[in-house]
């Protein structure tokens, strides 16, 4: 069974390609991960104008090691 993935930025249904933008992390599956469209996406209208709060996070972290999504 697939669920509907929605994006972090916008809110809404994500119908083709998505990026990951933080994993769940969760043994029993209740943290899905959290999906957000891809950039430059023309479905996507961000319900602001600057980055959301999880978006600048991730954008001052390292990169993953190798071998680690």
């Known amino acids: ?3 509907p993935r929605y994006c ?3 809110d809404r249904t994500i119908a ?3 990026v990951i933008v933080a994993e769940g992390h969760s043994a029993s599956g209740a943290r899905e991960d959290a ?3 891809p950039p ?3 479905a996507c209208t961000a319900r602001r ?3 959301s709060m999880l978006h600048q996070q991730l954008d001052t972290m390292p990169p993953p090691a ?3 999504r």
């Open 1 to 3: 069974m697939t669920f």
């Open 8 to 10: 972090v930025d916008c």
């Open 16 to 18: 083709g390609n998505a």
């Open 35 to 37: 999906y957000a469209h």
């Open 40 to 42: 430059g996406d023309p």
């Open 49 to 51: 104008a600057s980055p």
């Open 66 to 68: 190798p071998g680690r």
